[in-house]
């Protein structure tokens, strides 16, 4: 494609290159979430009355406060959450939590100073600091979908290279709801009669990138030719990418998917540093503590509906209520992993009989030890399995240190050719009742992908990360996405 023919394309889809409107849709969608984030403390504590004087607290004292909005939007803008893309969502969640924290406890602090006790108003702030970054957390999911589906926070980008790896990052800025970033344009110097990727227009030439931002004032530009050698790579972004304001490179490692690294100085010598989160001890120590606490506070809550599954089960069909499998721990160690049972008594023969008798059915089982429509489930295993509750058990094995909260999926024996050299890195901790592939996916991920999940979660672990991986559990648990 000609400069001419893109200057077309591009000038009937495009109006704008700013970040600033997606930014203001941010700060709108924070502002409100912090004004529910209020309602909900002051109408808990008008509700249950923790303080004598909870009587002070009505409708208007709500309104009161609301001049104390926009701090939290300054706050949240000295923590690099807006324009708010392409922040991971681990990131995102640290920076909102903190940022509450900071902002609560400012307002906190100046009404003690300012009256000298702790009043009604001040345990309302504070059930509100508790509640707020969940509900800053949900407003942004919305806001992030409704950005997408409406092309509001589309910010066009360039991409340098064509390539292989020029397409995955297109790929991933095109179905990624949170990326924030639109690609509009391809450059590359390679020949080729191919005129766009993905609809995606393509210009044969990387020296008209000064070209490209006098006439259209796009701001992004991603560079994505790994192959490049350091002389080429240096020239192109000195004649060519360095005229737009943001640059971001692709390098030849990439595949290091960690949101952790950061750089080093070698007497001026630019290293990227990266650690292994779970060969520190005290990381383990942590990871193992938020288990601990998460099992008892959760079991306590759940077993009510845990019994009432049992009872359920029992009362259905023939066999015992809690089911047990051999599956590889930590290292390779075998351990039994806890289920409700939701398969018939005989299921095991009635496998056998089923995958000899349809190769289709074989195939399916092959790729993913999985079928889709499995029938050795019970009536109440359906539903165990879409909800997920049938993996309750398992916390069992979390208090008994076999499985963590979580970590990668545990396996059997014949999957361990599935990972191939990956195996080892992968199981070197252990397995979660929950993961980073189960909450993007589930059971619609092949293990190309689960690799790739459990990869980016061994190198980019944290509390915060296990925290979001927690929370978006629960929204697979109630759609069911994947499950079966």
Same mark, same amino acid.
């Given at each position: 494609m000609q400069l001419s023919e893109f200057d077309i394309w591009y000038r009937t889809r495009f109006r704008r290159t700013s970040? +600033? !409107?997606?930014?203001?849709?941010? %700060?709108?969608?924070?502002? %409100?979430?912090?004004?529910?984030?209020?309602?909900?403390?002051? @109408?808990?504590?008008?509700?249950?009355?923790?303080?004598? =004087?909870?009587?002070?607290?009505?409708?208007?004292?709500?309104?009161?406060?609301?001049?104390?909005?926009?701090?939290?939007?300054? %706050?949240f803008l000295i923590s690099n959450l807006y324009p708010g893309v392409s922040l991971a969502p681990a990131e995102e969640m640290k920076r909102l939590c903190i940022g509450s924290i900071f902002a609560y406890g400012g307002i906190i602090m100046s009404r003690l100073i300012e009256n000298d006790i702790w009043d009604s108003i001040n345990t309302a702030f504070l059930i509100s600091c508790i509640f707020s970054t969940i509900m800053l957390l949900s407003a942004r999911s919305i806001t992030h979908l409704f950005l997408h589906k409406t092309k509001l926070g589309g910010i066009p980008a360039v991409i340098y290279g064509a390539g292989s790896t020029g397409r995955l990052v297109a790929e991933c800025l095109t179905n990624n709801i949170r990326t924030g970033y639109e690609p509009v344009l391809f450059l590359d110097d390679e020949l080729s009669d191919e005129n766009e990727i993905m609809g995606i227009p393509i210009i044969h030439d990387t020296s008209i990138g000064p070209e490209i931002v006098k006439r259209y004032n796009i701001k992004m530009a991603i560079? +994505?030719?790994?192959?490049? =050698?350091?002389?080429?790579?240096?020239? !192109?972004?000195?004649?060519?990418?360095? @005229?737009?304001?943001?640059?971001v490179l692709i390098p030849n490692f990439f595949n290091i998917s960690s949101i952790w690294m950061s750089v080093r100085d070698f007497s001026?010598?630019?290293?990227?540093?990266?650690?292994?989160? @779970?060969?520190?001890?005290?990381?383990?120590?942590?990871?193992?503590?938020? =288990? %601990?606490?998460?099992?008892?506070?959760?079991?306590?809550?759940?077993?009510?509906?845990?019994?009432?599954? +049992?009872l359920l089960i029992k009362i259905t069909s023939r066999g015992p209520v809690i089911y047990k499998h051999k599956r590889l721990g930590k290292n390779g160690i075998p351990f039994y992993a806890y289920k409700f049972r939701t398969m018939k008594k005989d299921a095991e023969q009635q496998l056998k009989k089923i995958l000899e008798s349809d190769p289709a059915i074989r195939e399916e089982w092959e790729k993913n030890r999985k079928l889709k429509n499995d029938p050795r489930i019970t009536a109440v295993g359906k539903i165990l399995r879409r909800t997920s509750f049938d993996e309750f058990p398992q916390l069992i094995n979390i208090i008994k240190g076999e499985m963590s909260l979580v970590g990668p999926r545990p396996i059997v024996y014949d999957e361990i050719e599935k990972y191939g050299d990956d195996y080892d890195r992968i199981f070197s901790i252990k397995p979660g009742l929950t993961g980073l592939w189960q909450v993007s996916g589930r059971s619609d991920t092949?293990?190309?992908?689960?690799?790739?999940?459990?990869t980016y979660y061994l190198q980019s672990w944290s509390v915060w990360l296990d925290l979001w991986i927690i929370l978006k559990t629960f929204g697979s648990l109630i759609f069911g996405k994947g499950a079966y």
């Open positions: 970040s +600033a !409107l997606t930014a203001t849709v941010f %700060i709108l969608s924070d502002l %409100i979430a912090v004004m529910l984030s209020f309602g909900w403390g002051f @109408f808990l504590v008008r509700i249950y009355g923790f303080i004598n =004087d909870y009587g002070s607290i009505n409708f208007k004292s709500f309104i009161t406060y609301w001049p104390y909005l926009p701090g939290f939007s300054l %706050i560079v +994505a030719m790994p192959e490049l =050698d350091a002389d080429k790579l240096k020239n !192109l972004l000195n004649k060519s990418v360095s @005229f737009f304001r943001y640059n001026g010598i630019l290293g990227i540093e990266t650690s292994h989160k @779970f060969k520190l001890t005290y990381n383990l120590g942590i990871k193992r503590i938020m =288990d %601990i606490l998460f099992v008892l506070i959760g079991g306590i809550l759940l077993l009510p509906l845990l019994l009432f599954i +049992a092949n293990y190309r992908e689960r690799i790739s999940y459990d």
